[in-house]
């Protein structure tokens, strides 16, 4: 049985004191759920200060993004270790905006995943189709490509460190939320894809989030099919009153 997880990615949003404000009203709001594991991937600027928020609670910290290098003269970036310096448990990789907006390549996002694995840091690992991907009939070979790109060289055990996160990029930040029968088919195929190049136990022990306009209205009928196992959250995730219900749901 694989432990639901729910991470809020907040994206460019909020200041300081907002940030402050939202991690302690998460780690305390999420006092006494169980069952349930909670990350808040806040603006890097903020790790500090949210890691001190949330520090003795059951929520966890995630960054962004990092950069695949250890160290050195690499200007505006940051390393695995520093995340991991200041408090993070996870990174978010591969995130669609910074495929599509930043341009980050699979073998971009590979490197990183590579080395945040080898830092200790835990991967969430985004893959997701564009709507003409999705109207071209193409979303499987998507899928597949960002997978086997963005995890080449990645063994059996080091995958067991890595989670998954379907985002279909027409779902987020729209509102218009993939159907729970669209997810899980999208789901399903990632966990036989990592059948196919791992082994079952990997691909069982695998957590798989789903990530687009997950609120708490629909957060239930999406957790309930067998292979989604948690949410990448971002709009609902910078309101502690629609993060925590959607936590309060994954728990159930
Ligand atoms: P929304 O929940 O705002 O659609 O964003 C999803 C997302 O990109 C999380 O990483």
């Known amino acids: 049985m694989r432990r639901p997880y729910i991470a809020g990615n907040w994206k460019m949003n909020l200041d300081r004191a907002s940030a402050i404000a939202l991690a302690t009203e998460v780690a305390s709001q999420t006092t006494g759920i169980e069952g349930v594991d909670v990350a808040l991937c806040p603006p890097s600027v903020y790790l500090d200060a949210v890691g001190s928020a949330i520090s003795g609670s059951q929520v966890v910290m995630g960054a962004q993004n990092m950069y695949h290098q250890p160290e050195g003269a690499f200007t505006g970036e940051l390393s695995a270790a520093m995340l991991l310096d200041v408090g993070c448990r996870c990174v978010i990789l591969g995130h669609s905006e910074r495929r599509h907006e930043i341009g980050e ?88 894809l990592m059948e196919d190049r791992y082994n079952s136990e990997v691909a069982q022990a695998v957590r798989i989030q789903y990530g687009g306009s997950v609120k708490p209205s629909n957060a239930a009928e999406l957790l309930a099919k067998p292979n989604i196992d948690g949410c990448l959250i971002g709009g609902a995730s910078l309101k502690a009153d629609l993060f925590v219900p959607v936590i309060r749901a994954a728990a159930e």
């Open 105 to 192: 390549s699979n073998e971009d996002v590979n490197k990183k995943v590579l080395a945040a694995l080898a830092a200790g840091l835990e991967p969430i690992v985004c893959v997701g189709e564009l709507l003409a991907e999705r109207e071209a009939g193409t979303t499987g070979e998507v899928i597949r490509n960002q997978f086997d790109g963005s995890l080449a060289g990645v063994t059996a055990e080091q995958m067991s460190q890595i989670t998954l996160a379907y985002e279909p990029v027409w779902a987020i930040g729209t509102g218009k939320v993939a159907s729970p029968e669209q997810a899980e088919e999208v789901h399903l195929d990632l966990r036989k």
